[in-house]
């Protein structure tokens, strides 16, 4: 996992943060038997997305930065949702800040499906799900959206999880269309 490094002063608290390297800008593509040109390491769910449009924008005019951008368009009655494997590792008490750009006449939620770590037998267990309030593009221009979330301890099934193992994804369920771009998940630490 590359990491980039970033540290500010604020309020007197020291602030670091490092980016988790997600292909948010859509810009590395490989090329997919049934759908074309698309965003590595980005998979769209075949049994959740219906009556929907998921692709590659390449106008550069539309685009937020680079040469592409997400594009998402639903019927009244579709959904769009993506995902993002590999997982990424977060502990307790960490705190992630999502950002993302969005331009259009749709709404967007993003977040995380969590899973927890077995050691004996080696295997990840589906604990929950976390999901952002909805974000609403902006048709005239783009619209930059932050979510903060901090994961706590679970238990299930008499384990109590620390450690979790996270799929981020992108949603898109009621009537619209957006572009998506410049996603970026950081995690975040404040020491005094």
């Known amino acids: 996992m590359k990491k980039i490094f970033l540290s500010t002063v604020l309020s007197g608290c020291f602030i670091s ?3 988790f390297e997600l292909n948010g ?3 590395t593509c490989i090329q997919v038997q049934g759908i074309g040109l698309w965003a590595k390491d980005w998979h769209i769910s075949r049994n959740v997305t219906k009556n929907a449009v998921v692709e590659l924008c390449d106008d550069l005019a539309e685009v937020h930065s680079g040469k592409y951008a997400l594009y998402m368009e639903c019927a009244q009655d ?3 949702y993506i995902y993002h ?3 990424i590792s977060v502990r307790k008490n960490e705190k992630l800040n999502i950002s993302v750009f969005l331009k259009g006449e749709g709404k967007i939620n993003t977040g995380f499906v969590v899973y ?5 037998p080696k295997k990840l267990i589906h604990l929950t799900s976390v999901t952002s309030p909805k974000f609403i593009a902006d048709k005239k221009r783009w ?3 932050k979510w903060d979330v901090c994961f706590k301890t679970i238990q299930k099934d008499g384990i109590v999880y620390e450690t979790f193992m996270l799929m981020p994804f992108l949603n898109m369920s ?3 269309s957006a572009l998506i771009d410049s996603y970026k ?3 975040v630490e404040e020491k005094e």
């Open 78 to 80: 579709g959904r769009a």
């Open 25 to 27: 800008d859509f810009e």
């Open 185 to 187: 998940v950081r995690k």
């Open 116 to 120: 927890g770590y077995t050691d004996n």
């Open 143 to 145: 619209r930059d959206w």
């Open 85 to 87: 494997h590999p997982l």
């Open 174 to 176: 009621d009537a619209g």
């Open 17 to 19: 943060s490092f980016a």
